[in-house]
């Protein structure tokens, strides 16, 4: 089985996670945990290690991070390692909404590699954009 773990500080993975489910239904194959605040790095990876216990030496993981180098990512791949995973783990950063659901996707298509990473990379550029707004003054007593 391939997985997606997302992990972060704060409540965002779980968050994410929650959206997931909303939109998409609830997926075994997902995963999230997040350091929040007065959690302990080793507290984090303790906890980790209970949610990643599901993942076997048989299996891949897609791991989504809020911050490339930032604790929950880093101990995560640390986690990954010890576990002998890496080998098996594409890593991004700059966890979102748009990225998780493309790489949940192309997890579901069953896409190479290659192609998963390139299109979570392409959701993720894709997603980050102003909208543009447009007022009317006349039209003000529409509001």
């Not at 594409?90 to 579901?108: D, R, V, Y």
């Amino acid at each position: 089985m391939r997985y997606l773990l997302l992990v972060s500080h704060g409540t965002m993975a779980p968050g994410v996670h929650s959206v997931i489910k909303m939109l998409l239904g609830d997926r075994d194959n997902v995963l999230s945990y997040s350091m929040e605040d007065g959690v302990s790095a080793d507290e984090f990876v303790a906890h980790l290690k209970e949610v990643v216990a599901p993942i076997t030496a048989d299996d891949s993981v897609v791991v989504l991070g809020d911050i490339v180098g930032g604790s929950p990512l880093t101990n995560t791949l640390n986690t990954l390692t010890e576990a002998g995973l890496l080998a098996k783990t594409i890593a991004f950063g700059g966890l979102s909404l748009p990225m998780a659901i493309s790489a949940l996707m192309a997890i579901e298509d069953g896409l190479d590699d290659s192609t998963l990473v390139q299109n979570v990379i392409s959701e993720a550029r894709e997603g980050a954009r102003q909208v543009e707004l447009s007022f009317e003054d006349d039209d003000e007593e529409d509001l």
